[in-house]
């Protein structure tokens, strides 16, 4: 009766009303409901904030997580920008979708460790800095704040095969306005890139793993695109975000992780704009995620164990730069002025080369 009741007074709980974000202590008062309500689901601290809130890890497994090793481990984390909503608002989406019954196959390949917010200090103001004012999502190198220093110890404990940081993109800048485009796709994938990442895997992801994100996405409603920052065209390089190994995708793909990062969009004019469709967007990315990895989980599992048993004795990559590849790629775009949705063609794309 556990088990079928209280799923359902969650989803009420869950979202009390509509375009309004979820503070933190309604997300600690559900991610204990949902804990409460499931005996797939367990939560567990991993750490504090620099102003002392808890950082919660929904640890979902059949039996003990992490204990039998031909599970998958899997890490999602979301909200490490304090002002980027939909991450924490689709990663409780998920959370409470993941305990329902027809979502329960997916664990008896997968152990999943779920952050539904990183930075609760940042998101009590609605601000994209932790309360030291640093960009938790530049700290992966130098580990300076609670915050990323909790992360890479949970990192370090399970030694997870698979991760995704979840995050947001503004396409409403003044220049892009100018242009008379913005940026449409409702969610942004993006890859590791840089060259100390295994090439296998960073071949594995943008032969296998982009193509299905977005047949998923797109037959689920919703527009995508692999991650490009920068631009417009005219005025900046567009590329596929940043090289350097300080953020949550790339220092984990270094350490021979399949990692990636989600971008969903903004709202326009506040961050609860348009929330819930935000919010099912990044929920639906992070579902389609956690089904390739369901399908594919030994082929993984194999190329990321060959992976770190190589001695590491290759060239170290310090520093790199996009460069013009002379590939074209496609941008969704819309009219700033009537809203109309275009492709955008032809535009040469600054990516990454030695
Ligand atoms: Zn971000």
Same mark, same amino acid.
């Given at each position: 009766?556990?088990?079928?009741?209280?799923?359902?007074?969650?989803?009420?709980?869950?979202?009390?009303?509509?375009?309004?974000?979820?503070?933190?202590?309604?997300?600690?008062?559900?991610?204990?409901?949902?804990?409460?309500?499931?005996?797939?689901?367990?939560?567990?601290?991993?750490?504090?904030?620099?102003?002392?809130?808890?950082?919660?890890?929904?640890?979902?497994?059949?039996?003990?997580?992490?204990?039998?090793?031909?599970?998958?481990?899997?890490?999602?984390?979301?909200?490490?920008?304090?002002?980027?909503?939909?991450?924490?608002?689709?990663?409780? $989406?998920?959370?409470?979708? +993941?305990?329902? =019954? #027809?979502?329960?196959? /997916?664990? *008896?390949?997968?152990?999943?460790? !779920?952050?539904?917010?990183?930075?609760?200090?940042?998101?009590?103001?609605?601000?994209?800095?932790?309360?030291?004012?640093?960009?938790?999502? $530049?700290?992966?190198?130098? +580990?300076?704040? =609670? #915050?990323?220093?909790? /992360?890479? *110890?949970?990192?370090?404990?399970? !030694?997870?095969?698979?991760?995704?940081?979840?995050?947001?993109?503004?396409?409403?800048?003044?220049?892009?306005?100018?242009?008379?485009?913005?940026?449409?796709?409702?969610?942004?994938?993006?890859?590791?890139?840089?060259?100390?990442?295994?090439?296998?895997?960073?071949?594995?992801?943008?032969?296998?793993?982009?193509?299905?994100?977005?047949?998923?996405?797109?037959?689920?409603?919703?527009?995508?695109?692999?991650?490009?920052?920068?631009?417009?065209?005219?005025?900046?390089?567009?590329?596929?975000?940043?090289?350097?190994?300080?953020?949550?995708?790339?220092?984990?793909?270094?350490?021979?992780?399949?990692?990636?990062?989600?971008?969903?969009?903004?709202?326009?004019?506040?961050?609860?704009?348009?929330?819930?469709?935000?919010?099912?967007?990044?929920?639906?990315?992070?579902?389609?995620?956690?089904?390739?990895?369901?399908?594919?989980?030994?082929?993984?599992?194999?190329?990321?164990?060959?992976?770190?048993?190589?001695?590491?004795?290759?060239?170290?990559?310090?520093?790199?730069?996009?460069?013009?590849?002379?590939?074209?790629?496609?941008?969704?775009?819309?009219?700033?002025?009537?809203?109309?949705?275009?492709?955008?063609?032809?535009?040469?794309?600054?990516?990454?080369?030695?």
């Amino acid at each position: 009766v556990k088990n079928i009741i209280l799923p359902f007074l969650l989803s009420i709980m869950v979202f009390p009303q509509a375009n309004r974000l979820t503070t933190y202590d309604e997300l600690s008062s559900i991610v204990y409901a949902l804990d409460e309500s499931s005996d797939i689901l367990k939560v567990e601290l991993i750490g504090k904030s620099v102003s002392g809130r808890n950082l919660y890890g929904m640890f979902f497994s059949e039996n003990n997580f992490g204990e039998d090793q031909d599970k998958i481990k899997v890490l999602f984390f979301a909200q490490q920008h304090g002002n980027e909503q939909s991450g924490k608002e689709g990663a409780l $989406r998920l959370a409470s979708e +993941l305990l329902n =019954p #027809e979502n329960k196959f /997916l664990f *008896k390949k997968i152990d999943l460790v !779920l952050i539904p917010q990183v930075n609760p200090d940042g998101s009590e103001i609605d601000k994209r800095l932790n309360a030291n004012g640093m960009d938790l999502n $530049r700290n992966h190198l130098i +580990l300076s704040e =609670p #915050e990323t220093i909790s /992360l890479h *110890k949970l990192f370090n404990k399970y !030694l997870f095969h698979v991760s995704l940081d979840v995050h947001e993109y503004y396409p409403y800048s003044k220049s892009w306005k100018e242009f008379g485009f913005y940026k449409t796709a409702d969610e942004q994938f993006g890859l590791t890139s840089n060259l100390n990442v295994p090439e296998s895997i960073r071949k594995y992801s943008k032969q296998k793993v982009l193509p299905f994100m977005r047949e998923w996405v797109n037959d689920k409603g919703f527009s995508f695109n692999e991650y490009l920052v920068g631009g417009p065209p005219n005025l900046e390089r567009l590329r596929h975000s940043t090289v350097d190994i300080n953020d949550g995708r790339q220092s984990l793909g270094v350490q021979g992780t399949l990692s990636f990062i989600l971008e969903g969009k903004n709202g326009k004019d506040s961050s609860a704009d348009n929330i819930e469709f935000r919010a099912e967007g990044q929920k639906t990315a992070m579902l389609g995620l956690l089904n390739f990895v369901y399908d594919n989980a030994s082929e993984i599992k194999l190329m990321i164990s060959e992976e770190r048993e190589k001695d590491k004795q290759g060239p170290v990559v310090i520093r790199m730069e996009h460069v013009s590849s002379g590939e074209s790629i496609i941008v969704p775009a819309q009219d700033v002025n009537t809203g109309i949705g275009y492709f955008y063609n032809n535009l040469k794309l600054s990516s990454c080369s030695k």
